[in-house]
């Protein structure tokens, strides 16, 4: 059963990346640059924390083709000139990580924290490159999978990178109550509060109106927004109890906002919902200084992506090809890192005073017809 869970979830999450790849122009090559970047290697310092410092910690592998140079080690503050050679996938600019010290030491529950690909893959995807920044900034993480091999997967290279890391992972089905109820109920058991929400769960499935069985729509509409019900059903109460509040940040899809050229009608109408459930709930639950908001990831350079690229077959390379060929005006796929800097940003008290927002991470494509860029 689990073999055919996870087959028919690549099956679907194949064709979703086939259509997007058919759906989206070329865009034209984007000039070299040269850039100058502040190459330093400081890690969080749990004695003597920096009030809201943007600093880089262990050099992220080179994902997608970016080159940093190093700087000598007796001179760890100096700057640096890198000159990148961006592609439509290539990020020219090096991510940042950012410590927030009021984090440390909170609790953070994050569903659809594992992922699956290569064993040996350095990539991160959305929600794993969250746990990342969140063990970074030495919050206390319990988070769950659909397929426990898939956030265990997360967790042990977290304890790697992180070896005072307190993670605990488990199995949860969020079309499930009772599971995301023993979800919620472990994790009050272990830590006594839950400080930060992150709703990271969603799939889709191709359909129009005409053409998607009602049983397919029931099982999205399930998955991508009644999941975020769910959640927020079990973990509202005990923010409530606590008179710091808490934070709560849904993960949505920017075929929430445009029609991205797929008919994925179910998928885009939950992830509108997710946008209005997220612009209610945070004004319901404001003057409890509980916050919502949301985070719109645009294309996004993921495992899947990955694993199209690296694939024996030609047919998955073609794909990975269309995909990365996109037409972002900033001319490059984002990362899961893009993604996490904004989920953490809203679950920090940086963000105090937004609530009932959303934040689109897409590279300027929802505002854009896709035409003319890198001339």
């Known amino acids: 059963m689990v073999f055919l869970e996870i087959t028919f979830r690549i099956r679907v999450q194949l064709q979703l990346y086939t259509d997007l790849a058919q759906a989206v122009p070329l865009l034209q090559p984007v000039h070299p640059r040269t850039i100058r970047v502040r190459s330093h290697n400081n890690r969080f310092d749990s004695e003597n924390p920096k009030h809201n410092t943007i600093v880089p910690y262990r050099p992220f592998p080179n994902i997608i083709g970016f080159k940093q140079s190093s700087p000598p080690t007796n001179s760890p503050k100096m700057s640096s000139t890198t000159t990148a050679q961006p592609t439509p996938t290539q990020p020219p600019i090096p991510a940042v990580h950012p410590t927030y010290p009021d984090l440390r030491s909170r609790v953070a529950l994050i569903t659809g924290i594992g992922q699956v690909g290569s064993p040996t893959s350095t990539t991160w995807g959305n929600g794993a490159a969250t746990a990342r920044l969140l063990a970074h900034n030495g919050v206390k993480i319990f988070g769950c999978d659909l397929h426990l091999s898939a956030a265990q997967r997360t967790q042990s290279r977290l304890q790697a990178e992180f070896p005072e890391l307190d993670i605990e992972v488990m199995a949860a089905d969020v079309t499930q109550t009772s ?197």
């Open 179 to 375: 599971d995301v109820e023993a979800f919620v109920q472990a994790a009050v058991a272990k830590h006594g509060r839950i400080d930060i929400l992150i709703n990271n769960v969603g799939m889709t499935a191709p359909g129009s109106p005409a053409s998607m069985r009602e049983e397919t729509w029931n099982s999205q509409i399930d998955l991508n927004l009644t999941s975020v019900y769910r959640l927020c059903h079990a973990v509202l109460p005990v923010m409530e109890t606590q008179a710091s509040g808490g934070s709560i940040v849904n993960n949505a899809s920017i075929t929430a906002l445009r029609y991205i050229g797929k008919p994925q009608i179910a998928y885009a109408a939950a992830k509108a919902a997710v946008l209005q459930f997220t612009r209610a709930t945070g004004a319901m639950y404001a003057h409890k200084q509980i916050r919502c908001n949301a985070v719109v990831p645009g294309l996004m350079y993921t495992p899947l992506v990955e694993n199209l690229a690296n694939s024996e077959k030609s047919e998955d390379r073609e794909v990975a090809g269309r995909i990365m060929r996109h037409n972002v005006p900033m001319g490059w796929m984002g990362t899961g890192e893009d993604v996490a800097n904004a989920v953490v940003w809203l679950g920090s008290g940086a963000s105090r005073y937004v609530t009932s927002q959303t934040l689109v991470v897409d590279g300027g494509i929802t505002e854009s017809t896709g035409t003319g860029f890198g001339m």
